[in-house]
């Protein structure tokens, strides 16, 4: 993933840098860039994000009827906070030893905004002017010229045009808080620790915005997962040690928590709702992803001096699958492909077929872009 995101991409990943002096227009030497020991472990775990991500966007057109079905889809579902926690680990691995704000920002632009917005009006132009399929998204349909640069700014600003775009307008505020966070860092770590508890029940309370349409109210449900990232960026060995060898324990919480949703409250993935102030339950799925983020963090420790090649490279190209893998969402969706499936595949196998065909094309994709477009194609897709 590129450098922010959740994505983050192979220029944020903890890379060994060298430590020798640079030099000035004028000849004065600078300060030396830090050193940063690549992560392997971190490495895979952006590579399981993308491929729960994926996943989790592929499940329709299965119906989750029973709760062992619903236990399933709210393990596989809600998995772009793990996007979020990378993004805040990465902020404080990465950008904090050097940041500054004008910097940092332009930087974001470019590697993350930029490919969001190019794709999005592509999208735009597609998708609604074209195939006229706004009333999927926003509810509105395209006319004139006036009328259409608005409903753009519209997706623009919620990200509504396709899965999962929503996370690029949120995040963009995210990193225009960033003082914010440098401010967080530097507190004691009591501290930190109470403001991210306090911030995690104001979460639970708001839940997501419905239909992930509010920018802002994304940024209130989301800032414990960026925090959360800072936090073990900042404690990485006391944290490693605590949950290296409890993988076991955390793994059957993450499945208590997703199966005491399904069986006991009956929910279906994320809770969502309109308004942050009404109340609608506590949303469990903020536990369950914490929960995850450490199971997943635990597991791949334990490989951490593996070379897995495989996954180093999806997590390079993780950025690009994210922005790639909802036009493919589409397309199947768009041309009813499932409906060829459901004669020959039982129900229940629709789904992980479906989802290893949407990585599968979305993996190709990306490498073909990237190789048609070379360094460009990091302004359009994010690799």
């Known amino acids: 993933m590129q450098e922010s995101l959740t994505p983050p991409a192979a220029s944020d990943s903890p890379e060994k840098e ?23 472990y971190f490495d895979y775990f952006r590579a399981f994000a993308i491929i729960v991500i994926v996943v989790g966007h592929s499940y329709w057109p299965w119906q989750q009827d029973t709760p ?12 772009t906070a793990m996007f979020v926690f990378i993004s805040g680990f990465f902020f404080h691995h990465v950008f904090y030893p050097r940041y500054h704000y004008r910097k940092f920002l332009t930087k974001k632009a470019k590697a993350v905004f930029l490919p969001y917005l190019i794709l999005s009006v592509l999208g735009f ?12 998204y926003l509810e509105r349909q395209s006319g004139d010229l006036v009328h259409n640069v608005k409903l753009l700014i519209q997706y623009v600003w919620t990200g509504r045009i396709l ?12 990193f225009l808080m960033s003082p914010m966070f440098i401010r967080y860092i530097k507190l004691p770590a009591a501290w930190q620790g109470g403001i991210l508890l306090a911030w995690m029940g104001v979460s639970m309370w ?7 349409i509010s920018p802002i109210h994304s940024v209130v449900y989301f800032v414990p997962f960026y925090m959360l990232g800072i936090v073990v960026s900042q404690h990485q ?9 409890r993988t076991v324990l955390l793994g059957l919480i993450v499945l208590g928590i997703a199966a005491a949703q399904a069986f006991f409250v009956g929910q279906q993935g994320n809770y969502e709702k309109k308004s942050m102030l009404a109340y609608n339950g506590i949303d469990l799925m903020l536990l369950q992803k914490i929960a995850l983020i450490f199971f997943a963090l635990s597991l791949l420790s334990k490989i951490d001096h593996l070379e897995l090649r495989w996954l180093k490279f999806i997590a390079s190209c993780s950025f690009a699958l994210f922005f790639i893998h909802p036009w493919v969402l589409f397309g199947l969706h768009y041309f009813d492909t499932t409906d060829y499936l459901e004669p020959m595949v039982p129900g229940g196998l629709i789904f992980p077929i479906k989802a290893v065909i949407v990585f599968g094309l979305s993996l ?8 048609a477009l070379g360094k460009r194609s990091k302004y359009v897709i994010g690799w």
């Not at 062992?68 to 998995?79: A, P, S």
Request: hydrophobic share 45%; charged share 15%.
């Open 18 to 40: 060298s430590a020798a002096p640079e030099q000035t227009g004028a000849g004065e030497p600078v300060q030396p860039k830090p050193t940063r020991v690549r992560l392997n």
């Open 68 to 79: 062992y079905e619903l236990t399933l889809g709210n393990l596989i579902t809600g998995g």
């Open 125 to 136: 132009l597609v998708i609604v002017v074209a195939l006229d399929e706004s009333h999927r």
């Open 163 to 174: 899965t999962a775009y929503w996370y690029i307008p949120f995040i963009t505020i995210v």
């Open 206 to 212: 708001v839940h997501r915005p419905l239909a992930q």
């Open 237 to 245: 060995t006391k944290v490693l040690e605590v949950i290296r060898n």
């Open 364 to 371: 190709v994709v990306s490498i073909a872009v990237k190789q």
